[in-house]
């Protein structure tokens, strides 16, 4: 039988990991107070191990700094996620939201050369950052 503070932890991060894929989708921000609401979560079920996985967050901090074309929501978003999952969670997440987001982008592209139109040059990366951290988090 899960404990009730896993089963609690896992609805609020289901949750805001949904509403931060939709503001993100519609907004094209992730605004920090959904990033606070998830670290917070953190504390349901929390152990000092887990404080590793804000390092989660570093590679799209060092990819935001000297490639640009990320934001700092996003970031913010994997440190936040980072704290609930822990480290190996966390790079699983990276790992997946990355890989899926790749798979979108190139069958958007090979339609988009099919239909001979533009295709768009960004995409709003929660909403695959949060499969990932939802795949890692339920694995």
């Known amino acids: 039988m899960p404990d009730k503070l896993a089963v609690l932890q896992a609805a609020f991060f289901v949750a805001l990991l949904c509403a931060t894929s939709v503001v993100d989708l519609k907004h094209r921000i992730i605004p920090d107070w959904l990033n606070l609401m998830i670290a917070a979560i953190s504390l349901l079920c929390f152990s000092p191990e887990q404080l590793l996985g804000i390092f989660i967050a570093l ?3 060092l990819i935001g700094v000297f490639f640009g074309g990320m934001g700092g929501g996003d970031i ?4 936040a996620c980072g704290l609930v999952l822990g480290l190996p969670k966390g790079l699983f997440a990276a790992m997946a939201g ?5 798979i979108y982008v190139a069958i958007y592209r090979i339609v988009c050369r099919v ?16 499969a990932g951290c939802l795949l890692a988090y339920f694995i």
Do not use: C, D, H, V
């Not at 990355?98 to 790749?102: A, G």
């Not at 239909?115 to 949060?130: D, I, T, V, W, Y």
């Open 76 to 79: 913010k978003l994997m440190a």
């Open 98 to 102: 990355l890989s899926l987001l790749l």
């Open 115 to 130: 239909q001979r139109r533009e295709a768009k040059k960004a995409f709003p990366l929660a909403p695959f950052l949060s």
């Open 59 to 61: 590679p799209f901090l």
